[in-house]
């Protein structure tokens, strides 16, 4: 149970550090604010939208590819650790209707 808790923890930082990464870079490399850098770094992290506000540099193309791949590992991450989760807390069950039977 503790390693499960660990895993969050660390994942929850990274995800954070990403989320800020991303938002600050999209805020001073394409000068805007904060509120648009962040709705950039969701936009574009999770590849939910088209990127709008269209990026008009050739070097945040880049950066966004490479935001994109980290992003959707994040996504899987987060999928394998619930599975994790899932699998634990039924195993959790069997053990303990094996454990009332004898």
């Known amino acids: 149970k503790k390693r499960l808790g660990n895993k969050a923890i ?3 930082v990274l995800w954070i550090l990403w989320m800020i990464g991303g938002t600050l870079y ?3 490399a394409n000068d805007l604010g904060v509120a ?3 709705y950039q770094a969701i936009n574009i992290g999770y590849s939910i939208g088209y990127g709008y506000p269209r990026e008009p540099m050739e070097q945040n193309w880049w950066f966004s590819s490479a935001y994109v791949i980290v992003g959707a590992s994040f996504v899987g991450v987060a999928l394998g650790f619930f599975a994790d989760k899932i699998v634990e807390d039924s195993q959790d069950w069997f053990l303990h209707m094996m454990e009332k039977e004898a």
């Open 26 to 28: 999209y805020c001073y």
């Open 36 to 38: 648009v850098g962040f």
């Open 10 to 12: 660390l994942y929850l």
